[in-house]
């Protein structure tokens, strides 16, 4: 045997019966830096007479060497398995799998439900123009919520026609979207991301919105509270009552609040309602003007519409005290639903 490969072949020995880690032993050995690679590199270097004879020297030291780290890797794993106790007979950890947020949980339930009244999933821009978010809505340029201290505005070229961009306040962008899109009888639910400037135990800067639209001939008040009734009894439960209380919109007319009771103090008043019931949303019957804008005949059809906040609403279903738990990621809160 070639003295240089005598010389290698000693060496890695003493390596591998002084190894800890084979592989790690393997890479000292035949790694890119290894000393068994540095001797093959130099077989170049050799007398063409002498070459294969050298070659031949390399195969069956490189055998040897493997043949040891094989044996030495498989007595280190023996010595590991005889000081720890395994079972193999114990049940295998379970994989953790996740699942949907509550607030998703809570869309597919609402689609489910006004899915069995013939309302169908519509989706509308949650960046849209100033247009659609307010004007159409029968909203002058003056309103309130066309502040900047209520709204969100989007810096962006203004549209001759649809004016500034805006992160929507409320679904009901998508009202005259869907009247342009077909034609009456409509029955439309938008559910979307909403963006207003307010956050407190009811209210977040971003929060979810489902929408309702029908639109059809002779469409009347009591059509939607029944609606509503048969939503709350689906999603609340019998025990859950609901109200409507006048109010004022501009997009209806005439107006509504709708409210639930709560569950917190099953309305007898707490820190979340205050006085026993809770807002669930604004509702009415379309204005005529909206009608205009969406291109459809107010002489001839009507209809209403309704938006309510998602998280608000689950919060009145789970008695929950304070709805910016949703968005805090404590998977403690998460892990209960």
């Known amino acids: 045997m070639d003295p240089k490969i005598k010389e290698v072949l000693d060496k890695s020995i003493s390596l591998v019966e002084s190894s800890q880690d084979p592989d790690k032993t393997y890479l000292e050995i035949f790694g890119k830096s290894g000393i068994f690679t540095a001797l093959t590199a130099e077989i170049k270097n050799i007398e063409p007479a002498n070459r294969a004879a050298f070659g031949r020297g390399l195969n069956s030291a490189k055998s040897q060497i493997e043949e040891l780290l094989k044996k030495k890797k498989l007595s ?139 639109i059809d001939k002779n469409v009347s008040i009591p059509q939607l509270k029944g609606t509503f009734d048969f939503f709350t009894t689906n999603f609340f439960g019998p025990k859950r009552t609901t109200r409507l209380r006048p109010h004022h919109f501009r997009f209806t007319e005439p107006s509504f609040e709708v409210d639930v009771t709560c569950g917190v103090c099953q309305g007898r008043g707490c820190r979340l309602c205050k006085s026993g019931w809770l807002e669930l949303g604004g509702a009415g019957m379309v204005h005529p003007n909206v009608l205009k804008a969406g291109g459809i005949d107010p002489n001839k059809y009507c209809g209403f519409a309704f938006g309510w906040g998602i998280e608000r609403t689950i919060a009145m279903k789970t008695e929950l005290p304070d709805i910016r738990l949703f968005y805090q990621n404590d998977l403690r809160f998460l892990e209960q639903f």
Request: proline share 6%; hydrophobic share 35%.
């Open 76 to 214: 280190t794993f023996n010595s590991q398995l005889s000081t720890e106790f395994i079972d193999i007979t114990a049940p295998g950890k379970k994989q953790k799998v996740g699942h949907l947020h509550l607030v998703s949980q809570a869309i597919k339930e609402i689609v489910a439900i006004f899915t069995k009244i013939g309302f169908s999933l519509q989706s509308y821009p949650e960046v849209d123009w100033d247009w659609y978010a307010f004007d159409s809505l029968n909203m002058p340029k003056n309103h309130p919520a066309r502040d900047d201290f209520e709204t969100f505005f989007v810096k962006s070229e203004k549209n001759p026609r649809y004016g500034q961009q805006v992160l929507t306040p409320h679904t009901s962008n998508g009202q005259v979207r869907e009247m342009e899109r077909v034609k009456p009888p409509i029955r439309m639910l938008n559910i979307a991301r909403c963006y207003r400037r307010q956050i407190d135990i009811s209210h977040t800067p971003m929060f979810h919105q489902f929408e309702g639209l029908y």
